[in-house]
């Protein structure tokens, strides 16, 4: 029997289409306790590099202990630390976005705008709006999704391809 979804894993369905429809590697921005395992079994499974960002050390040390060959854990002090410019050939397949503080989500995703296929921002519902802003970004893209399965929404952008639902 099919349990309802969390808030925390709303954006699970999503992430996971967008990984079918994209190569290369993959950029987690914040670790969490469903897309940081769900990523690790995409990278080991699928040979596809993940690296995941961290600033809270509390965090970091309870994904740490997903640290492979294909998927790097790393502790920054600040996402400005972050290596998330001009990767592998220059491009990420997928890059996800669900790190606080809210107000770094949309400095991230200018970041990647150029240099990224899809991006997956997480909690994207006009009444958190307030708080992400996203809305500030989204007339800055080529192709916009939005999930409107849950309450919790997901949002995909990207300047390259439409995502296919």
Known sequence: ???PMNKLGSHLPTLKKAIKQTNGPI???GVGPNSTPYLHYVSD???RHVISYEVKPEYYE????YQSKWHDIKLSDSYNDANIGKQWNGIWG???IDHAPAERRIVDIMRV???A???ICHDSEMESDWLYRYSEIYPLFKYRFDTNDHPVQTTVLSMFKEFRP
């Open 62 to 65: 309870l994904s740490k202990g």
């Open 94 to 96: 997928v890059v996800l």
């Open 117 to 119: 296929i899809m991006i």
């Open 27 to 29: 950029l987690e921005m």
């Open 113 to 115: 705008k150029d240099n």
């Open 45 to 47: 499974e699928y040979h």
């Open 1 to 3: 029997m099919a349990t």
